[in-house]
């Protein structure tokens, strides 16, 4: 098969595109054909070994100190199932599934093996570019709104950052819960989050964040240009921030109204969301870029921090579309 592969931290053109074997799916796990994945901020804090504030040398030590020791990329997935290890049960061959794959990646290939647990069926009115692309931001966006910061009707949410993964996701999702949203975006992105349900728009270049002068119940900041002490200053009384691009020390810090922290990979979640795609309440907003050959360019537009939504490959596919 043909996968993806970062030997060394660096820029976009460290991808290369080499032929490998199959893995052979182990003890739990299936082989899945990939039909999509989604090329993601965390790919590319992956590939270029930059994390946020402080964490530096923490995750080299985790994730490996001069290159990704997982070195094919790709966090989401949606594709078909090839072969299943003897004691899956759950899922079989020919399957339509999707998922997404934690801290061993892979899916930036023709095939990857995956635990059965992290898939799940994808509906049939879903195709695999959306169901690969909701995965990332979405499952981030529902950990901290619905989970954390318990979002409930008619609360007031401050998206910053509202045109990337997590900020689509996440305006979707307040407006979903019942929520009034205010986003925070550039000009050019202005009539896709109202499309996507805010009720009103921020242009960041007019108006910073740090100058607002009214109070939010939930602040979500998926940017991470927004410090502790001014989120705090944005919020009512009783209210959340959510800082999804915390540093270490707020992380470490992070307690009462300050949410933090990595969000989970649940196949609950993958399904919550799958179905909310399913029935139209979720846009996607997918971008198909292309099959592997287009994965460089990908890396280039998240790196210049101005992507909008999700950007997918197909692996399988020749070029670009
Ligand atoms: N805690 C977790 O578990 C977790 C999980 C997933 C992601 N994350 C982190 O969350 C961050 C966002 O991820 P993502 O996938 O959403 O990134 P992304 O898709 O690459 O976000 C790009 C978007 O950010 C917007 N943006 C850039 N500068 C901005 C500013 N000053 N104000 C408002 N918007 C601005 C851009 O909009 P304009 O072009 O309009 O400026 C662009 O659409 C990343 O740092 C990622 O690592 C954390």
């Known amino acids: 098969m043909r996968a993806a592969f970062v030997d060394r931290y660096g820029p976009p053109e460290r991808i290369t ?12 796990e ?17 590939r270029a070994g930059r994390f946020p504030k402080g964490f530096g040398a923490l995750a080299r030590l985790g994730i490996g100190l001069r290159g990704p020791r997982a070195r094919t990329l790709g966090g989401t997935l949606s594709g078909r199932v090839e072969k299943v290890a003897p004691d899956v049960t759950r899922l079989a061959p020919g399957d339509q599934v999707a998922g997404m794959t934690g801290a061993r990646m892979g899916s930036h290939a023709e095939y990857v093996a995956v635990p059965a647990a992290a898939l799940v069926y994808k509906p ?20 901290f709104l619905r989970d954390r910061a318990e979002v409930a009707p008619g609360d007031t949410v401050l998206v910053n950052g ?43 270049a007019e108006t910073p964040v740090a100058r607002l002068e ?13 410090t502790r002490a001014e989120g705090l200053r944005l919020l009512n009384p009783s209210g959340s921030l959510i800082l999804a691009v915390a540093g270490l020390l707020d992380t470490v810090l992070a307690r009462g109204p300050v949410l933090a922290g990595p969000a989970p990979e649940r196949a609950e979640d993958f399904a919550f969301l799958l179905e909310l ?27 210049t921090g101005r992507k909008v939504g999700n950007l997918v490959i197909a692996p399988g596919m020749d070029g670009t579309p």
């Open 124 to 143: 049939t009115e879903v195709s695999h570019a959306d169901a690969a692309a909701v995965l990332f931001g979405g499952t981030t966006a529902l950990h």
């Open 214 to 226: 009214e109070r939010f119940d939930i602040v979500f900041d998926a940017v991470g240009n927004i």
């Open 17 to 28: 595109i080499t032929e490998t074997p199959p893995p052979e799916p182990r003890k739990g």
């Open 30 to 46: 299936a082989l899945v054909r990939v039909e999509a994945a989604a090329v993601t901020a965390g790919d590319a804090r992956m």
């Open 162 to 204: 509202a045109s990337g993964a997590v900020g689509t996701s996440a305006v979707q999702l307040a407006r979903h819960f019942g929520a009034k949203v205010t986003a925070v975006t550039s000009a050019r992105n202005r009539s896709l989050v109202a499309d996507l349900g805010a009720g009103r728009v921020i242009d960041y």
């Open 277 to 303: 795609a399913a029935s139209g309440d979720l846009d996607p907003v997918a971008e198909v870029v292309g099959g592997l050959e287009a994965l460089r360019e990908a890396h280039r537009r998240i790196d």
